[in-house]
């Protein structure tokens, strides 16, 4: 059976048991309505302009705050896994740094940049820059050092070992760690427009849906949105990797 059937199987599954739960009285329907319902709700929600927006506002904060993170991270990452010396230097700080919540710094990112979509697009910056930084720092550690002496001994420049081994090399699990961001990129865009009361965004709306009659079913469609958002991005991104890596994983089954 291919991966998306079973996946879909899965999650018929999941609904199946979540109806019967509800239906047989095992919780609350007001605090948490039926699938059936909540599908419901949702199909209506996406035929809605205003839902629509908020839906766009989300992704486009995603989609900065991704192209900015890439852009921090990669370079970065090919600079200190290129030279140990800076890595090492640098590792206290990173190591606090990394372990921070994102959340716990909401209020810092408002005073900082403002309440508005910056807030989120930061927030969602610093937390997905650091996968990304580590899976390049790692892909340069684990290059075979008999391939970057083979360039040099054949001439190559610096430059030329970077650009014809390093890089090729690293790409994949630099594009692995683009991936593992996404998520998390959403994640943070989603919760900062719950937490911090944006004015637009999935988060906004989820927040709206609790607090103004505590509408359950809406606050769920909302949220079964932003997951099926994640479970898109990942799949084209999971699907994209395996077409431009398709050399790595083979390279790698042939290995193991």
């Known amino acids: 059976m291919r991966p998306i059937f079973r996946n879909l199987v899965g999650l018929a599954a999941f609904l199946v048991i979540w109806e019967a739960v509800v239906r047989l009285g095992l919780v609350n329907e007001q605090d948490l309505p039926p699938a059936s319902v909540v599908l419901g709700r949702t199909i209506e929600l996406l035929g809605q302009e205003p839902f629509l927006r908020d839906v766009i506002a989300t992704l486009l904060a995603w989609a ?5 993170a890439i852009a921090i991270a990669v370079p970065a990452g090919l600079l200190l896994g290129s030279l140990p010396g ?6 206290a700080i990173v190591e606090f740094l990394r372990p921070i919540p994102s959340v716990a ?7 900082v940049v403002g309440g508005g979509p910056e807030s989120k697009i930061a927030l969602a910056i610093y937390a997905s820059i650091w996968p990304i930084l580590y899976n390049t720092i790692y892909a340069f550690a684990e290059i075979d050092p008999l391939l970057l002496d083979t360039a040099k001994s054949c001439g190559a420049k610096k430059g030329r070992v970077l650009a014809s081994v390093a890089l090729p090399h690293a790409a994949p699990f630099v594009f ?11 994640i ?26 505590g509408r359950m079913d809406l606050v769920l469609a909302g949220t079964v949105v932003a997951g099926l958002l994640g479970y898109l991005i990942n799949e084209g991104l999971e699907r994209l990797g395996n077409r ?3 050399w790595h994983t083979a390279t790698t089954t042939e290995a193991a």
């Open 64 to 68: 900065i705050a991704m192209l900015v």
């Open 86 to 91: 800076l890595r090492k230097a640098t590792t």
């Open 105 to 111: 710094l909401i209020p810092l990112a408002i005073l």
């Open 176 to 186: 692995t760690g683009i991936r593992m961001s996404s998520a998390v990129a959403l």
């Open 188 to 213: 943070l865009v989603v919760s900062t427009e719950f937490i911090a009361g944006a004015a637009t965004g999935i988060g906004k709306f989820i927040l709206e849906a609790s607090s103004g009659g």
């Open 244 to 246: 431009l890596f398709r």
